[in-house]
């Protein structure tokens, strides 16, 4: 396994669609298997394929805690089946947001189907800190970060910060290079 290197914001690979996968095969296991060693290790509880640079419609999310048995969840082509009418809002972090936290309200529960590690057809109900991250993962499928949940002031204060960030090169792991609207 490698340990991916993951893009930080503002950087305009954040912000494109990503192409569904055909079928799970051994190329796509071993990204699946790269980026969950990358999560673990950043640590975080979930990353999305663009956040490493790849173009491909792959999530995968592990919300257990240290002291608890791994429970990772590998999916190809993820899809909200159903959403629930009542949201839930939680503190979100990103690991291409290094050190910004903000509240975002989303449905309090999901069902998502998606192809598993095995090319496997599946279903998954999630709540609580599942729900919110398998939604959180999905969006950066699309180009959309937490941020763009949030008021125009508070994203442009992250947007500002991440920026100076990227030019004192204390946090940065990919050159700056587009200005804060990229984001
Ligand atoms: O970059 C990402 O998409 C991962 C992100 C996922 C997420 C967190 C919180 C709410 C929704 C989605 C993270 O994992 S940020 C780091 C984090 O939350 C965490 C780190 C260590 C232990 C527990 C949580
Ligand atoms: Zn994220």
């Not at 999901?110 to 109900?125: G, I, S, T």
Request: aromatic share 4%; hydrophobic share 40%; charged share 30%.
């Amino acid at each position: 396994m490698a340990l991916l290197s993951i893009i930080i914001a503002p950087d305009p690979r954040l912000k494109r669609h990503c192409a569904p996968v055909e079928r799970v095969d051994t190329t796509i296991r071993t990204l699946m298997d790269d980026m969950l060693e990358t999560m673990y290790e950043a640590p975080g509880v979930g990353l999305a394929a663009p956040q490493v640079d790849a173009l491909k419609r792959i999530i995968v999310v592990d919300i257990a805690k240290k002291d608890q048995p791994k429970q990772p969840y590998r999916m190809a082509n993820p899809e909200l089946l159903w959403v629930s009418d009542d949201d839930v809002t939680y503190e979100e972090g990103c690991l291409s947001l290094p050190e910004h936290y903000a509240e975002v309200a989303r449905p309090a529960r999901c069902k998502v189907r998606y192809l598993d590690h095995e090319n496997e057809l599946r279903e998954l109900e999630a709540d609580g800190l599942l729900a919110t991250c398998v939604q959180h993962e999905m969006d950066h499928l699309d180009g959309i970060l937490f941020v763009d949940h949030i008021s125009t002031l508070k994203r442009n204060m992250i947007l500002r910060k991440l920026v100076k960030t990227k030019k004192s090169g204390t946090a940065a792991q990919e050159p700056a290079r587009e200005p804060a609207r990229a984001l």
